[in-house]
């Protein structure tokens, strides 16, 4: 199943900002690696806030919950997800995204 997450991270300001690099390299290796198991299939970035929309495949609410958990910053996130399922011309669009020039 795919699943969007809107994901916003608050970090407390009174962390140390060695704490805060730390914290972010952490999650970015953590990242990497889900989606180098084809976890997190896709992710943007939201201009001017550390906030994200994410896409991530997993076969249950509750396997996504538990890999939503393993990311560091997990405790600092406030994440709203929603199921996604193909829209009647997803595969237009995988068709034409798909194309080689």
Known sequence: MLFMCHIDVSVPA????????ELRQRENARAEQLIGEGVMVRIWRIVGRVANFSVWEAPTLEALHETLMSMPMFPYMKIEVTPLIDHPCTHIAEARNTRKP
């Open 14 to 21: 009174e962390m140390p900002q060695d704490q805060k690099n």
